[in-house]
């Protein structure tokens, strides 16, 4: 069964840069049929869409967010990551990474998600 | 800017039958746009109903069906049981590599 965690720090300070990382297990990320994303949720607020990647690097972003967003894949690891620059207390929230299937572009199956708050 | 729309929150009697739409501030909502539907318990990640507009998740009971209606993508909950109360997300594919989320809607089941 594929399984993906997240990982990274829980506090971020802002302007600084949140960083997250995304092991999965139970399956590779350089399948070619899938892209691997993040999904972040603010509290009590909606989901949202922050970008994808496919394995071999080509990556899409969330426009609102593409200046600040950086997805990267390390196919020896079986991991992938999210940097998000110049962080700001609106950028608190769930952040979950989920497999994409490449095709018919749903998302089926999800991390458990990692809380990050920005907070001086 | 794209904008996805969902009722903000939506009830429904036990047993009984609701259907939940999720369009855009601008345009129709086709096939194309590869729908699909997530629910989420609060406090857990969201679970895969429904994509590409109607076929159901692995595990996913019958009672839970998508479809086009009108101008918009639908998910219907026929029977509905107490612990379907959730929050429900559409996710459309808008092409070029970006997907938008519905705002969500809140379900109440009473």
């Known amino acids: 069964q594929l399984q993906l965690q997240e990982s990274g720090p829980g506090l971020v300070k802002p302007s600084e840069t949140l960083s997250l990382t995304c092991t999965v297990s139970g399956g590779s990320i350089s399948s070619n049929n899938y892209y691997w994303g993040w999904i972040r949720q603010p509290p009590g607020k909606g989901l949202e869409w922050i970008g994808s990647?496919?394995?071999?690097?080509?990556?899409y972003y969330n426009p609102s967010l593409k200046s600040r967003v950086t997805i990267s894949a390390d196919t020896s690891k079986n991991q992938f990551s999210l940097k998000l620059t110049s962080v700001t207390a609106a950028d608190t929230a769930v952040y979950y990474c989920a497999r994409q299937t490449r095709f018919l572009y749903y998302f089926d199956f999800w991390g458990q998600g990692s809380l990050v708050t920005v907070s001086s | 800017q794209t904008v996805v729309t969902q009722e903000p929150s939506f009830s429904v009697s036990p047993g009984g039958t609701v259907t939940l739409t999720c369009g855009l501030n601008s345009g129709s909502v086709s096939t194309s746009y590869y729908p699909s539907w997530y629910q989420q318990i609060p406090g857990q990640a969201p679970r895969t109903l429904i994509y590409s507009t109607n076929t159901r998740s692995s595990g996913v009971p019958d009672r839970f069906s998508g479809s086009i209606l009108g101008n918009k993508a639908a998910l219907t909950i026929t029977g509905a049981q107490a612990d379907d109360e959730s929050d429900y997300y559409c996710?459309?594919?808008?092409?070029?590599?970006?997907?938008?989320f519905g705002g969500g809607t809140k379900l109440t089941v009473l």
């Open positions: 996710l459309l594919s808008m092409g070029s590599g970006i997907w938008v």
């Open positions: 990647i496919y394995y071999s690097g080509g990556t």
